[in-house]
C-alpha cells in the first residue's frame, strides 16, 4: 500500500495479486466525484460509479479475476482494497465527524445506511431482495462486498433496505446512501479538537 496521506489530502492506494484477483484501486476522500472503474463485473461498476458521485470522492479501480468461475473473488476483493484505502486515507481521523445516518429513496425503494469510523469493525445488514440475481449479478455478493469493506476499513456499518420492489432499485439506493454516509462522516468538524471520542483515540 502507498502511503499518500499527508498534509490536507486523505486518500490511499492498493495493489493487490493473487491467484483469483489483480487489482489497483486507488480513493481519495476529498474528491469531485470521479470515478474511473474498470472491472470484470459490470452492475458493480455501476454501483461504485454511484458511490463515488454522491460521495463526491474520487476512485480509481482497476481489476480482473477468476469470474470465469464467478464474480464472487472479485467484489469480495474490491471491498478489501476499498476498505484498506479508506483507513488509509483517514489517518489518526483527527478533526472528522465520526457518525453519520442516511436514508437515499429510489423510486418505490427506500434505504439507511448508518456509519460510525470507530476502529471497531461491526457490520449489520437487513435487507430482502424480490430477485436472487440482477443480470448476471447474484445480489448476496451485496453482503460480501459491504462486510469486507467494514471490515478492512475498521468502521461500525449498519445498513437498511426498509422496502422495495424492484432489486436493482434496493441495490442502488443502497450504494447512494452509502457514498452520502461516508461524505458526512469523514467530513472535518470545525468544533472537533482531535478526534471525536472520550477516549482520545480512534
Not at 166 to 185: C, P
Request: include cysteine; charged fraction near 25%; glycine fraction near 8%.
Amino acid at each position: 500500500m502507498g502511503n499518500e496521506n499527508n498534509g490536507a489530502e486523505r486518500a490511499g492506494s492498493v495493489s493487490r495479486k493473487t491467484n483469483e484477483t489483480d487489482i489497483q484501486l486507488s480513493f481519495a476522500v476529498d474528491g469531485t466525484g470521479q470515478a474511473e472503474i474498470e472491472t470484470d463485473v459490470p452492475f458493480l461498476n455501476h454501483m461504485l460509479d454511484l458511490f463515488t458521485k454522491h460521495g463526491h470522492f474520487d476512485l480509481n479501480v482497476h481489476a480482473r479475476g477468476d469470474v470465469d468461475i464467478d464474480d464472487h473473488h472479485t467484489v469480495e476483493d474490491i471491498g478489501i482494497c476499498l476498505g484498506q484505502t479508506l483507513l488509509e486515507a483517514l489517518g489518526d481521523k483527527k478533526g472528522i465527524k465520526r457518525y453519520a445516518s442516511v436514508f437515499v429513496p429510489m423510486d418505490e425503494a427506500l434505504a439507511q445506511v448508518i456509519i460510525d469510523l470507530s476502529n471497531r469493525p461491526h457490520f449489520e445488514y437487513r435487507a430482502e431482495y424480490p430477485s436472487q440475481q440482477v443480470g448476471s449479478f447474484s445480489t448476496e455478493l451485496v453482503h460480501e462486498f459491504l462486510w469486507k469493506f467494514t471490515l478492512e476499513a475498521r468502521m461500525t456499518l449498519h445498513v437498511i433496505v426498509h422496502y422495495g420492489q424492484n432489486t436493482h432499485h434496493m441495490i442502488e439506493a443502497v450504494f447512494k446512501a452509502l457514498g452520502r454516509a461516508l461524505d458526512e462522516a469523514t467530513s472535518i468538524d470545525p468544533r472537533v479538537t482531535g478526534v471525536p471520542s472520550t477516549k482520545g483515540v480512534l
